[in-house]
């Protein structure tokens, strides 16, 4: 992270059940190996990615069941959360076309816009546990550096969230000028800062602090307080508030 100036996640597959290796069409496997079945007897945490990629692609192509195509999406893509993070960039894989596509990324969305919905009914942010969650499904799995910023007002309620800067796998630079113009346009009081790390260590560098430092001078001359930024990566994210490393302007 500079002023103006891979780690694929883990595939969490259990073996296919016997009738995968086999070139039926899942309609036709015992009724307790198909997906939908079991998502239904065991629920949801029981299907291993490829599994729930099945139920929600709902059919695969010629000699390929919904299954496998799950699991030649997560090898295409390198793991579940590079997969879900850049859908509309993969590669064609057969039986994974335009509107399984489309579904798969309306489906990330929802899932975000829901998480969303529970920060902002949020009373007020407390602590960096309240954002955290959140800001981390916006940002973990992103292969390039992102900044954002949560907008909040008098009473510390979320009023946006906005991703400002992106830059690559290295860092991206931002520029205080252009924070402050967002936080004047969300009418905000307060603000967090957030930006992911690609290599997934969230530790702060220099830069970050030195950043962060900025930015609190800036933005306290239009009367804003920097509550906290917070550094995404593999883990929980990293606040420099918990750090001891945001001080009042």
């Given at each position: 992270?500079?002023s103006?100036?891979?780690?694929?996640?883990?595939?969490r597959?259990a073996?296919?059940?016997?009738?995968?290796y086999r070139s039926?069409?899942?309609?036709?496997?015992?009724?307790?190996?198909?997906?939908?079945?079991?998502?239904?007897?065991h629920?949801?945490?029981a299907?291993s990615?490829?599994?729930?990629?099945a139920?929600?692609l709902?059919?695969?192509?010629?000699?390929?069941d919904?299954?496998?195509?799950?699991?030649?999406?997560?090898s295409?893509?390198?793991?579940?959360?590079?997969?879900l993070?850049?859908a509309a960039e993969?590669?064609p894989?057969?039986?994974?076309?335009?509107v399984?596509?489309?579904?798969?990324?309306?489906?990330?969305?929802?899932?975000?816009?829901?998480?969303?919905?529970?920060?902002?009914?949020l009373?007020?942010?407390?602590?960096?546990?309240?954002?955290a969650?959140y800001?981390?499904?916006?940002?973990?799995?992103?292969?390039h550096?992102v900044f954002?910023?949560?907008?909040?007002?008098?009473?510390?309620r979320?009023l946006a969230y906005?991703?400002?800067f992106?830059?690559t796998?290295?860092g991206?630079s931002v520029?205080?000028?252009?924070?402050?113009?967002?936080?004047l346009?969300?009418?905000?009081?307060?603000?967090?800062?957030?930006?992911?790390?690609?290599?997934g260590?969230?530790?702060?560098?220099?830069?970050?602090?030195d950043?962060?430092r900025?930015?609190?001078?800036?933005?306290a001359?239009?009367?804003?307080?920097?509550?906290?930024?917070?550094?995404i990566?593999?883990?929980?994210p990293?606040?420099?508030?918990e750090?001891?490393?945001i001080?009042?302007?």
């Amino acid at each position: 992270m500079t002023s103006g100036s891979d780690d694929p996640s883990a595939v969490r597959d259990a073996p296919l059940a016997p009738s995968a290796y086999r070139s039926q069409p899942i309609r036709d496997w015992a009724a307790h190996e198909r997906p939908r079945e079991r998502l239904y007897t065991h629920g949801a945490a029981a299907l291993s990615d490829a599994e729930l990629l099945a139920v929600l692609l709902g059919s695969g192509s010629a000699g390929r069941d919904a299954v496998a195509t799950g699991r030649a999406l997560l090898s295409r893509a390198g793991g579940l959360g590079r997969l879900l993070s850049e859908a509309a960039e993969l590669p064609p894989v057969s039986g994974f076309g335009p509107v399984k596509r489309a579904r798969l990324i309306v489906t990330l969305e929802l899932a975000r816009r829901a998480l969303g919905e529970g920060l902002v009914d949020l009373p007020r942010i407390e602590n960096p546990r309240d954002s955290a969650q959140y800001l981390r499904a916006r940002m973990v799995h992103l292969r390039h550096e992102v900044f954002a910023c949560l907008f909040l007002d008098t009473r510390h309620r979320v009023l946006a969230y906005e991703e400002l800067f992106r830059g690559t796998i290295d860092g991206a630079s931002v520029y205080p000028r252009e924070v402050v113009r967002a936080c004047l346009r969300h009418h905000a009081s307060a603000v967090i800062l957030a930006h992911n790390h690609p290599s997934g260590v969230a530790e702060p560098s220099a830069a970050d602090v030195d950043i962060t430092r900025t930015l609190i001078d800036a933005l306290a001359l239009m009367d804003i307080r920097v509550l906290d930024h917070l550094i995404i990566g593999q883990g929980q994210p990293v606040s420099l508030a918990e750090r001891g490393l945001i001080r009042e302007a």
